[in-house]
C-alpha cells in the first residue's frame, strides 16, 4: 500500500510487486506507475473517513453505493485511470455485527453492479474491491463459526462469479506470527475458506489490501505501532518473506500488500518500510524470485531470532510433506533452511570461540 510514490518508481520497477494498492490515485500518477509495472494488479482506494461511509450505509441502504459513486466521481475516475484494476471505497467497516455486515452486503452488491455497469460503458474491465475487513473481522463465534460470514455470503458469490475481488487485512505482533496465526495472520485461508462452497472458491480472487506487524493486535497500549517498534529492518524482511511463502500455497490469494510504504501522517511513521525495507525487498525480488536473502550486516537478527526461524521454517517443511506438498518442502528445505541452519551453526562456533578465548 503506497502513498505518493513519484520518489519510489525506481525501486517500485525492480520490484515488480504481484500487486499495488493506491490511495487517492491520480491519473498521471497510475500512468506512470503502470508503465513501470505492466503486470501488477493495482486496486485504487478512493478514501472516504470511516464515520461518514457508514452512516450513509445505516441511512440509505444499498443506494449509499449510487450517492457516494456520484459525489466522489468515481465514474470520472474509472474513465481517467483504465490502468486500476479494482476500485475500493469502503474500509474496515460494518464488520462487527450481522445485522452491519447484512447492511454492507446489499451495498456492496450494489457497488458491484454499478462498477461493472459502467466498466461496460466505457468500455474498461475494472471491478469492485469489496468486504475490506480488518485483522480478524467477520467474527467466527464458537456456536456457529460461518454465521457472520454468511451475512456476506451472496456478494462473495456475485464477487466469484463476476469477477470482483474480496479484500482482507491481516496483521501480528510483535512478530507476524503472533500472538496468534490461525486467528490474525492466516485465519482466512485456514478457517474461513475451507468453509465456504465450492461455487466461491472454485473462483473468487482475494488479496491482502493491508498486511505487517501492527501493534494494535495486542491492544490499546500498543495500537498504531507498527514493526519499527518492535524489529529491525532485517528482521523484518525476514518475517515478510516467511509470509510470502506461505501465502504462494493458494492460488486464490493474489499478494498482500504492506501497510505502508509512503507516509499518510506522523501516526504511521513506525509502519512505513520506505525506504529501507522496500528497497531491500525489491533487490530480494529481483535477484531471488524462489528464495529469501539471508540477513546481512551489522543488523543481523540475534540469535534467539534465528533460531525461531529455522523452527517455524522446519515446522512448515514437516507441515508441507505431511499435506503432500513434497516439492514446495524440498524447496523450502534447500533454498531457505538449510542456509539458515549453516548460518546458525556458524553464529554459535563463533560464540563458543568467544567464550572460550
Avoid at 503486470?39 to 445505516?58: F, K, M, Q, S, V
Wanted: proline share 6%; charged share 25%.
Amino acid at each position: 500500500m503506497i502513498g505518493p510514490f513519484g520518489q519510489m518508481l525506481n525501486t517500485i520497477e525492480q520490484w515488480q510487486p504481484e500487486v499495488v494498492l493506491v490511495m487517492d490515485p491520480t491519473k498521471d500518477g497510475i500512468r506512470d506507475l503502470r508503465r513501470r509495472v505492466p503486470n501488477a494488479t493495482i486496486i485504487g482506494r478512493i478514501y472516504i473517513p470511516d464515520a461518514e461511509l457508514a452512516a450513509r450505509i445505516w441511512n440509505q441502504g444499498w443506494r449509499a453505493a449510487g450517492t457516494i459513486a456520484d459525489d466522489y466521481t468515481l465514474y470520472r475516475k474509472m474513465y481517467d485511470m483504465p490502468e486500476i484494476n479494482y476500485w475500493q471505497i469502503n474500509n474496515e467497516i460494518l464488520q462487527t455485527h450481522p445485522e452491519d455486515l447484512w447492511l454492507l452486503n446489499e451495498f456492496s452488491l450494489e457497488l458491484m453492479s454499478l462498477v461493472h455497469k459502467n466498466a461496460d460503458d466505457i468500455g474498461g474491465k475494472a471491478r469492485a474491491a469489496i468486504g475490506c475487513f480488518g485483522v480478524g473481522q467477520p467474527d467466527l463465534p464458537k456456536t456457529d463459526p460461518m454465521s457472520h460470514w454468511r451475512m456476506f455470503r451472496r456478494s462473495l458469490q456475485d464477487a466469484a462469479e463476476d469477477g470482483h475481488l474480496l479484500l482482507i487485512h491481516a496483521y501480528g505482533a510483535p512478530t507476524m506470527r503472533q500472538p496468534d496465526p490461525r486467528w490474525y495472520l492466516h485465519r482466512f485461508e485456514e478457517q474461513v475458506w475451507q468453509n465456504l462452497p465450492s461455487s466461491i472458491t472454485d473462483s473468487l480472487r482475494y488479496m491482502y489490501g493491508e498486511y505487517g506487524i501492527d501493534g494494535g493486535v495486542l491492544g490499546a497500549a500498543t495500537a498504531k505501532q507498527g514493526w519499527r517498534k518492535f524489529t529491525n529492518a532485517e528482521g523484518y524482511i525476514d518475517q515478510i518473506i516467511q509470509a510470502e511463502l506461505r501465502l504462494r500455497e493458494y492460488p486464490s490469494c493474489l499478494g498482500a500488500c504492506l501497510f505502508t510504504c509512503g507516509q499518510f501522517g506522523d501516526d504511521w511513521i513506525s509502519f512505513d518500510i520506505w525506504p529501507e525495507v522496500a528497497k531491500e525487498l525489491a533487490k530480494w525480488s529481483q535477484n531471488n524470485p524462489c528464495q529469501p536473502p539471508l540477513p546481512v550486516g551489522p543488523e543481523q537478527p540475534g540469535l534467539a531470532e534465528l533460531a525461531e526461524a529455522c523452527r517455524w521454517f522446519s515446522e512448515e517443511i514437516t507441515r508441507m510433506v505431511q499435506s503432500g506438498n513434497t516439492k514446495k518442502a524440498e524447496e523450502l528445505l534447500v533454498n531457505t533452511l538449510t542456509p539458515r541452519l549453516y548460518q546458525l551453526e556458524e553464529r554459535l562456533e563463533k560464540l563458543i570461540s568467544e567464550h572460550n578465548d
